[in-house]
Protein backbone atom coordinates (compact mmCIF):
# COMPACT_ATOMS: atom_id res chain seq x y z
CA UNK A 1 0.00 0.00 0.00
CA UNK A 2 1.03 3.32 -1.06
CA UNK A 3 2.67 5.42 1.87
CA UNK A 4 0.70 9.14 2.40
CA UNK A 5 2.78 11.94 2.16
CA UNK A 6 1.12 13.80 5.29
CA UNK A 7 0.11 12.81 8.30
CA UNK A 8 -2.44 15.09 10.08
CA UNK A 9 -1.98 14.69 13.88
CA UNK A 10 -5.15 15.71 16.02
CA UNK A 11 -4.92 15.68 19.76
CA UNK A 12 -7.42 16.29 22.31
CA UNK A 13 -7.28 16.36 25.88
CA UNK A 14 -10.47 16.31 28.40
CA UNK A 15 -11.77 18.47 26.06
CA UNK A 16 -14.84 16.59 24.12
CA UNK A 17 -16.96 19.66 22.32
CA UNK A 18 -15.12 20.65 19.32
CA UNK A 19 -12.92 17.15 18.78
CA UNK A 20 -16.07 16.08 16.24
CA UNK A 21 -15.84 19.56 14.04
CA UNK A 22 -11.87 19.13 14.07
CA UNK A 23 -11.84 15.90 12.44
CA UNK A 24 -14.50 16.34 9.73
CA UNK A 25 -12.35 19.48 8.69
CA UNK A 26 -9.58 17.33 8.24
CA UNK A 27 -11.46 14.21 6.28
CA UNK A 28 -13.37 16.98 4.38
CA UNK A 29 -10.45 17.68 2.49
CA UNK A 30 -9.65 18.65 -1.70
CA UNK A 31 -6.73 16.44 -1.50
CA UNK A 32 -7.36 13.18 -1.90
CA UNK A 33 -7.23 10.90 0.76
CA UNK A 34 -4.55 8.02 -0.47
CA UNK A 35 -2.39 11.10 -0.23
CA UNK A 36 -3.07 11.67 3.54
CA UNK A 37 -3.32 10.14 7.10
CA UNK A 38 -5.19 11.09 10.50
CA UNK A 39 -4.10 10.34 13.74
CA UNK A 40 -6.53 11.20 16.48
CA UNK A 41 -4.79 11.00 19.89
CA UNK A 42 -6.69 11.42 22.78
CA UNK A 43 -7.42 10.52 26.60
CA UNK A 44 -11.30 9.74 26.45
CA UNK A 45 -13.68 7.46 25.00
CA UNK A 46 -17.07 8.85 23.37
CA UNK A 47 -19.38 6.50 21.34
CA UNK A 48 -19.87 9.22 18.75
CA UNK A 49 -16.37 10.51 18.30
CA UNK A 50 -15.05 7.30 18.01
CA UNK A 51 -18.02 5.34 15.46
CA UNK A 52 -16.52 8.66 13.38
CA UNK A 53 -12.86 7.78 13.51
CA UNK A 54 -14.25 4.03 13.15
CA UNK A 55 -15.84 5.11 9.84
CA UNK A 56 -13.53 7.33 8.22
CA UNK A 57 -10.83 5.35 8.98
CA UNK A 58 -9.11 8.03 11.16
CA UNK A 59 -6.20 5.73 13.60
CA UNK A 60 -7.36 6.04 16.94
CA UNK A 61 -4.98 6.60 19.77
CA UNK A 62 -5.82 6.40 23.38
CA UNK A 63 -3.71 7.63 25.90
CA UNK A 64 -4.45 8.46 29.73
CA UNK A 65 -2.94 11.16 31.76
CA UNK A 66 -0.22 11.81 28.85
CA UNK A 67 1.74 15.16 28.52
CA UNK A 68 1.20 16.86 25.11
CA UNK A 69 4.95 15.79 24.67
CA UNK A 70 4.41 12.51 25.22
CA UNK A 71 1.07 12.79 22.59
CA UNK A 72 3.41 14.27 19.96
CA UNK A 73 5.89 11.81 20.44
CA UNK A 74 3.52 8.50 20.21
CA UNK A 75 1.47 10.00 17.12
CA UNK A 76 5.09 10.70 15.31
CA UNK A 77 5.83 6.95 15.80
CA UNK A 78 2.59 5.65 14.53
CA UNK A 79 2.64 8.20 11.32
CA UNK A 80 3.85 6.93 8.34
CA UNK A 81 3.74 10.17 6.23
CA UNK A 82 7.03 12.56 5.41
CA UNK A 83 5.07 15.77 6.71
CA UNK A 84 3.50 16.53 10.05
CA UNK A 85 0.48 18.25 9.97
CA UNK A 86 -1.21 19.49 13.51
CA UNK A 87 -4.74 20.26 14.40
CA UNK A 88 -5.68 21.04 18.36
CA UNK A 89 -9.13 19.63 18.61
CA UNK A 90 -10.68 23.04 19.02
CA UNK A 91 -9.50 24.57 15.50
CA UNK A 92 -10.26 23.91 12.06
CA UNK A 93 -8.94 23.14 8.82
CA UNK A 94 -9.60 25.04 5.83
CA UNK A 95 -10.87 22.18 3.14
CA UNK A 96 -7.92 23.27 0.95
CA UNK A 97 -5.24 23.44 3.89
CA UNK A 98 -3.76 20.01 2.92
CA UNK A 99 -3.83 20.31 -0.89
CA UNK A 100 -1.81 23.17 0.01
CA UNK A 101 0.77 22.23 2.03
CA UNK A 102 0.98 19.28 -0.10
CA UNK A 103 1.87 21.47 -3.42
CA UNK A 104 4.21 23.26 -1.30
CA UNK A 105 5.74 20.67 0.41
CA UNK A 106 5.93 17.68 -1.98
CA UNK A 107 9.89 17.87 -3.68
CA UNK A 108 10.77 20.89 -2.10
CA UNK A 109 13.66 21.64 0.20
CA UNK A 110 10.71 23.41 2.61
CA UNK A 111 10.98 21.47 6.60
CA UNK A 112 8.79 23.74 8.15
CA UNK A 113 5.62 25.63 7.39
CA UNK A 114 3.08 27.91 9.13
CA UNK A 115 -0.19 29.62 7.46
CA UNK A 116 -2.00 32.28 8.40
CA UNK A 117 -5.36 32.05 10.86
CA UNK A 118 -8.76 33.54 11.35
CA UNK A 119 -10.66 34.24 14.33
CA UNK A 120 -14.00 34.40 12.06
CA UNK A 121 -15.02 31.01 11.43
CA UNK A 122 -16.92 32.00 8.34
CA UNK A 123 -13.83 32.74 6.65
CA UNK A 124 -12.55 29.70 6.23
CA UNK A 125 -13.40 27.68 3.11
CA UNK A 126 -14.76 30.85 1.30
CA UNK A 127 -11.72 33.41 0.21
CA UNK A 128 -9.43 32.87 -2.91
CA UNK A 129 -5.93 31.65 -1.67
CA UNK A 130 -3.20 33.91 -2.84
CA UNK A 131 -0.78 31.84 -5.08
CA UNK A 132 2.74 32.94 -3.46
CA UNK A 133 4.28 31.67 0.01
CA UNK A 134 7.11 33.52 1.26
CA UNK A 135 10.45 31.55 1.89
CA UNK A 136 13.13 32.20 4.03
CA UNK A 137 16.49 30.85 4.24
CA UNK A 138 18.98 30.57 7.03
CA UNK A 139 21.20 33.24 5.53
CA UNK A 140 18.03 35.30 6.12
CA UNK A 141 16.74 34.49 9.70
CA UNK A 142 18.24 37.86 10.96
CA UNK A 143 16.65 40.13 8.19
CA UNK A 144 13.09 38.33 8.48
CA UNK A 145 13.24 37.78 12.06
CA UNK A 146 10.14 39.69 12.66
CA UNK A 147 8.44 37.55 10.11
CA UNK A 148 9.63 34.16 11.87
CA UNK A 149 9.13 34.73 14.94
CA UNK A 150 5.08 35.23 14.52
CA UNK A 151 5.08 31.89 12.94
CA UNK A 152 5.60 30.11 15.89
CA UNK A 153 1.82 31.10 17.24
CA UNK A 154 -1.01 28.02 16.90
CA UNK A 155 0.32 24.75 16.36
CA UNK A 156 -2.91 24.18 13.48
CA UNK A 157 -1.49 26.02 11.33
CA UNK A 158 2.01 24.50 11.78
CA UNK A 159 3.25 21.86 9.54
CA UNK A 160 7.22 19.74 9.58
CA UNK A 161 8.89 17.41 8.24
CA UNK A 162 8.97 14.12 10.17
CA UNK A 163 12.86 13.62 9.80
CA UNK A 164 12.82 16.80 11.70
CA UNK A 165 10.66 15.96 14.75
CA UNK A 166 12.64 12.35 14.70
CA UNK A 167 15.60 13.68 15.53
CA UNK A 168 14.48 15.01 18.71
CA UNK A 169 12.08 12.58 20.14
CA UNK A 170 13.92 11.13 22.81
CA UNK A 171 13.60 15.35 23.64
CA UNK A 172 10.11 15.89 22.95
CA UNK A 173 8.12 13.17 25.39
CA UNK A 174 9.35 15.41 28.04
CA UNK A 175 7.59 18.65 26.50
CA UNK A 176 4.98 19.67 28.55
CA UNK A 177 3.82 23.39 26.57
CA UNK A 178 4.87 25.39 24.03
CA UNK A 179 4.96 23.03 20.90
CA UNK A 180 4.71 25.56 18.63
CA UNK A 181 7.64 27.41 20.02
CA UNK A 182 9.33 23.68 19.93
CA UNK A 183 8.57 23.60 16.27
CA UNK A 184 10.47 26.43 15.06
CA UNK A 185 13.09 25.96 17.34
CA UNK A 186 14.25 23.11 15.94
CA UNK A 187 13.53 24.10 12.93
CA UNK A 188 15.89 27.46 13.57
CA UNK A 189 18.53 25.29 15.03
CA UNK A 190 18.80 22.85 11.75
CA UNK A 191 19.41 25.79 9.62
CA UNK A 192 16.10 24.69 7.70
CA UNK A 193 14.26 26.51 4.75
CA UNK A 194 10.48 27.80 6.58
CA UNK A 195 7.62 28.72 4.42
CA UNK A 196 5.16 31.33 5.60
CA UNK A 197 1.91 31.12 3.85
CA UNK A 198 -0.16 34.30 4.29
CA UNK A 199 -3.03 32.60 3.50
CA UNK A 200 -5.55 32.04 6.46
CA UNK A 201 -6.14 28.46 6.36
CA UNK A 202 -6.77 28.01 10.33
CA UNK A 203 -9.73 28.69 12.06
CA UNK A 204 -7.94 29.46 15.57
CA UNK A 205 -11.11 29.48 17.89
CA UNK A 206 -11.00 31.64 20.50
CA UNK A 207 -13.42 30.33 23.89
CA UNK A 208 -13.03 30.05 27.89
CA UNK A 209 -11.40 26.67 27.91
CA UNK A 210 -8.07 27.97 25.47
CA UNK A 211 -4.57 26.85 27.56
CA UNK A 212 -3.25 29.70 26.29
CA UNK A 213 -6.71 32.26 27.27
CA UNK A 214 -6.80 32.99 31.29
CA UNK A 215 -8.83 35.34 32.43
CA UNK A 216 -8.19 35.21 36.14
CA UNK A 217 -4.86 36.57 36.75
CA UNK A 218 -3.88 34.27 39.66
CA UNK A 219 -4.98 31.50 36.95
CA UNK A 220 -2.46 33.11 34.68
CA UNK A 221 0.19 33.52 37.27
CA UNK A 222 -0.05 29.59 38.32
CA UNK A 223 0.12 28.70 34.75
CA UNK A 224 3.09 30.87 34.06
CA UNK A 225 5.15 29.34 37.21
CA UNK A 226 3.84 25.54 36.55
CA UNK A 227 3.96 25.30 32.81
CA UNK A 228 4.43 28.31 30.12
CA UNK A 229 8.16 29.19 31.42
CA UNK A 230 9.35 25.85 32.70
CA UNK A 231 8.79 24.32 29.40
CA UNK A 232 10.24 27.41 27.29
CA UNK A 233 13.56 26.70 29.77
CA UNK A 234 13.00 23.28 28.62
CA UNK A 235 13.03 24.33 25.24
CA UNK A 236 15.98 26.32 25.93
CA UNK A 237 17.74 23.46 27.38
CA UNK A 238 17.76 20.96 24.13
CA UNK A 239 18.61 23.87 21.88
CA UNK A 240 21.30 25.45 23.42
CA UNK A 241 23.59 22.32 22.45
CA UNK A 242 23.00 23.25 18.66
CA UNK A 243 25.44 26.43 19.22
CA UNK A 244 22.65 28.47 16.75
CA UNK A 245 22.34 31.60 17.34
CA UNK A 246 19.09 32.51 15.67
CA UNK A 247 17.18 29.43 17.87
CA UNK A 248 18.87 31.33 20.83
CA UNK A 249 17.52 34.46 20.08
CA UNK A 250 14.04 34.02 19.18
CA UNK A 251 13.74 31.55 22.46
CA UNK A 252 15.27 33.94 24.40
CA UNK A 253 12.72 36.86 23.36
CA UNK A 254 9.77 34.58 23.96
CA UNK A 255 11.17 33.39 27.46
CA UNK A 256 11.42 37.58 28.07
CA UNK A 257 8.08 38.13 26.85
CA UNK A 258 7.04 35.45 29.48
CA UNK A 259 8.85 36.22 32.38
CA UNK A 260 8.23 39.72 31.69
CA UNK A 261 4.62 38.72 31.73
CA UNK A 262 4.69 36.93 35.02
CA UNK A 263 6.23 40.07 36.57
CA UNK A 264 3.53 42.59 35.46
CA UNK A 265 0.68 40.03 36.99
CA UNK A 266 2.42 39.77 40.07
CA UNK A 267 2.87 43.36 40.17
CA UNK A 268 6.48 42.89 40.66
CA UNK A 269 8.18 46.43 39.44
CA UNK A 270 11.64 45.31 40.74
CA UNK A 271 11.92 42.24 38.88
CA UNK A 272 10.27 43.89 35.42
CA UNK A 273 13.22 46.01 35.96
CA UNK A 274 15.68 43.59 36.65
CA UNK A 275 14.78 41.15 33.63
CA UNK A 276 14.40 43.67 31.12
CA UNK A 277 18.12 44.78 31.84
CA UNK A 278 19.19 41.24 31.64
CA UNK A 279 17.95 40.64 28.19
CA UNK A 280 19.33 43.85 27.10
CA UNK A 281 22.54 43.45 28.19
CA UNK A 282 22.85 39.91 26.20
CA UNK A 283 21.35 41.58 23.05
CA UNK A 284 21.91 45.10 22.98
CA UNK A 285 21.53 46.61 19.58
CA UNK A 286 19.49 43.26 18.18
CA UNK A 287 16.42 44.72 20.37
CA UNK A 288 16.15 47.51 17.77
CA UNK A 289 14.67 44.93 14.75
CA UNK A 290 12.98 43.27 17.36
CA UNK A 291 9.08 44.35 16.92
CA UNK A 292 7.80 41.85 19.90
CA UNK A 293 10.79 43.60 22.25
CA UNK A 294 9.42 46.93 21.42
CA UNK A 295 5.90 45.93 21.97
CA UNK A 296 6.81 44.88 24.98
CA UNK A 297 8.90 47.32 26.38
CA UNK A 298 6.08 50.15 25.65
CA UNK A 299 3.73 48.35 27.58
CA UNK A 300 6.09 47.70 30.34
CA UNK A 301 6.42 51.44 30.13
CA UNK A 302 2.65 51.94 30.26
CA UNK A 303 2.72 49.53 33.00
CA UNK A 304 4.10 51.91 35.74
CA UNK A 305 1.69 54.47 34.93
CA UNK A 306 -1.53 52.05 33.85
CA UNK A 307 -0.91 49.31 36.03
CA UNK A 308 -4.67 47.73 35.33
CA UNK A 309 -4.26 48.41 31.63
CA UNK A 310 -1.40 46.57 31.01
CA UNK A 311 -2.55 43.37 33.17
CA UNK A 312 -5.99 43.39 31.12
CA UNK A 313 -3.84 43.20 28.28
CA UNK A 314 -2.90 39.84 28.99
CA UNK A 315 -5.90 38.56 30.44
CA UNK A 316 -8.43 39.32 27.33
Known sequence: MKRPFISVIVTAYNRKEFLL???????????KRDKYEII??????????????????????????????????????????EVLVFLDDDDI??????????????????????????KEKEFINTVKLEEKALKITADEYTKKYNILHSSAFCMSAIAIKKILMQKYLKEVVNLRGNQDCFSL????ANNSNVLIDNNKL????VHGNNISKQNDSNKAIESEINLNIPSLKFI???????????????????????????????GDKKGLIRDTINFFKVYGFKL??????????????????YKDYAIKRFLN
Not at 23 to 31: D, F, K, R
Not at 237 to 262: C, E, H, P, W
Not at 291 to 304: A, D
Open 21 to 31: EALQSAVNQTL
Open 40 to 81: CIKNFKDAKIDRYIKDNGIINILKNQATIGEYLYLATKKSHG
Open 93 to 118: FDNRKLSRVYGLLKSSDIEYYHNNIT
Open 185 to 188: SIAL
Open 202 to 205: TFYR
Open 236 to 266: RGIIVKSNSDSAMFFLDTVIFQAQTRLDMLK
Open 288 to 305: LRNKYFLRRLTLILVFFV
